[in-house]
């Protein structure tokens, strides 16, 4: 709206009246911000399925996401797991159905301390084909007890991230209530 008024040369609040009188509906600014944002448009792509290998491929991908993602992020498509083979599935939906570019996950590692960092960032840079860039951060937690968690954790956990509201939204909307 200030835009606007500011291309006419007249007040905001004049915008505000002749948006209420002719009833069109003002945006939030969250909306607003989205809009800037994306000046295209949304920067995925939701589709449906189009033969049987992608009709199974959604259901594994929401399924993941029912059982694995953290919905409580009400502003990102989030997913953690120790398997990599688990995070290249959830990935490759993401990049099918949803139409998110692989250049825009973003992710996080959760690492125990006696482990080594590096050496784990390379392994799961390597196992998800991701840019180094890509592994935004890594959290080192300080080891507890005997350390029987060693050979189901010895890689740590691995979070993949795609933050759009959107797309969150459409995915939980898809979820069984």
């Known amino acids: 709206m200030q835009e606007i008024a500011a291309l006419l040369g007249c007040s905001v609040n004049r915008i505000v009246y002749w948006m209420r009188k002719h009833g069109i509906a003002r945006r939030s600014i969250s909306e607003a911000v989205y809009a800037r944002v994306n000046p295209n448009g949304d920067p995925f792509k939701l589709r449906a399925p189009r033969n049987m290998e992608e009709a199974k491929l959604l259901g594994l991908g929401i399924g993941l996401y029912w059982g694995e993602g953290t919905k409580a992020s009400k502003n990102a498509v989030r997913l953690g797991n120790s398997d990599p083979a688990l995070m290249r599935k959830f990935m490759e939906f993401l990049q099918v159905l949803c139409g998110v570019a692989k250049q825009d996950f973003k992710f996080e590692l959760q690492i125990y301390s006696d482990v080594d960092k590096k050496a784990v ?4 840079i390597k196992a998800l084909d991701i840019k180094e860039k890509q592994l935004y951060k890594t959290r080192v937690t ?25 797309l969150r939204n459409k995915l939980v909307g898809l979820l069984p209530r």
């Open 121 to 124: 960032e390379q392994l799961w």
């Open 142 to 166: 300080e080891r507890r007890g005997n350390g029987s968690y060693r050979r189901k954790n010895q890689y740590g956990v691995m979070t993949i991230y795609y933050g759009n509201t959107k």
